[in-house]
């Protein structure tokens, strides 16, 4: 009969607590690294903007003279870029995942269309503004747009909204479909009254990941030829415009020539990041008013 050797017992577990240290130490370390990134990044861009945003700044046009530049081009241009974005990946990104996860039969053609919009999640953004160019800009003739390129990011962001609406459908417990289809209720009733408001916290959450990243996207526009010259403000989907992605990568690139570019590169980040946050913030709240009530 074999007996418990306490002292090889306690070795081991000193051998796994040490491991346990090292590896929560190295954990640590890799927050560490990230947050003093993070500060540094935020204290630069912070502090080189300083006494640049005001108000002038937001609502004056582009100029060639650094201290009269404005951005509100660049912020209307923004603003008709998720216009065009926002409705287009929300109706067939989320109508998209309910025919996969709710009408399409599980079979081969339903894997294959499963793994592709799984792969172009992954695609770099420079392909898709290769795409947009080609279809949108050349083959349809749009022409450097609000609407070609808000097409072109809304093909970016599409994968994203599709796939985080799938998890959140897949995750709608069984019982409630059985007990709508037990009073009688049609498929389509039952996605509309119960899958639907069910999922709609994660479907939210989808739709606010991929406007974040369509917001801040640049390599597309930049394939699209954005400008970020003096143009006129966009007064609708078929004018010119830039965004503000574009107008920090001009003045950062312009930086080299006027010092003072790098201030307005700067403050033109603050405000891009603002825009984010009150978007998340508004967002966020609505998702979690709709996860409380269901």
């Keep these: 009969m074999k007996y418990v050797d ?12 040490s491991v346990n ?19 540094i990044l935020f204290y630069r861009v912070i502090s080189q903007s300083m006494g640049w945003i005001d108000l002038q700044f937001i609502t004056n046009k582009l ?34 995942a309910i025919y996969l996860e709710e009408y399409a039969k599980k079979g081969r053609l339903q894997r294959f269309l499963q793994m592709n919009i799984s792969n172009l999640a992954g695609v770099p953004s420079i392909v898709f503004g290769i795409l ?19 097409l072109t990011m809304a093909l970016l962001v599409l994968p994203i909204v599709v796939v985080a609406s799938q998890e959140a459908i897949r995750a709608v417990p069984g019982y409630l479909r059985e007990a709508s289809y037990g009073m009688g209720a ?10 639907l408001p069910a999922s709609l916290p994660g479907i939210l959450t989808g739709v606010i990941l991929a406007l974040s990243r369509a917001i801040g996207e640049t390599a597309p526009l930049v394939v699209l030829g954005i400008p970020a010259l003096l143009i006129p403000l966009p007064d609708g989907i078929f004018d010119k ?17 006027v010092s003072e570019y790098a201030n307005l590169a700067a403050a033109t980040i603050v405000v891009l990041l603002f825009v984010l946050l009150v978007m998340n913030s508004i967002a966020v709240i609505i998702r979690n008013k709709f996860q409380r009530r269901f």
């Design 132 to 150: 947009g160019l080609t279809i949108f800009v050349r083959a349809a003739g749009l022409g450097n747009i609000v609407l070609a390129g808000g």
């Design 6 to 17: 306490a002292a090889q017992v306690q070795k081991k577990m000193d051998a796994r607590l």
């Design 241 to 257: 415009f830039t965004v503000l992605p574009m107008q920090i990568y001009y003045w950062t690139i312009d930086a080299s020539l």
């Design 186 to 195: 049609t498929k389509w009733q039952t996605i509309k009254n119960i899958v």
């Design 63 to 96: 100029s060639t003279m650094a201290d009269k530049a404005g951005i509100m081009g660049a912020i209307m241009g923004t603003l008709w870029l998720m216009l065009v974005v926002a409705p287009i990946t929300m109706f067939l990104g989320v109508g998209t």
């Design 21 to 39: 240290k090292i590896a929560k130490s190295l954990f640590l370390l890799s927050t560490l690294i990230g947050l003093v990134v993070l500060v």
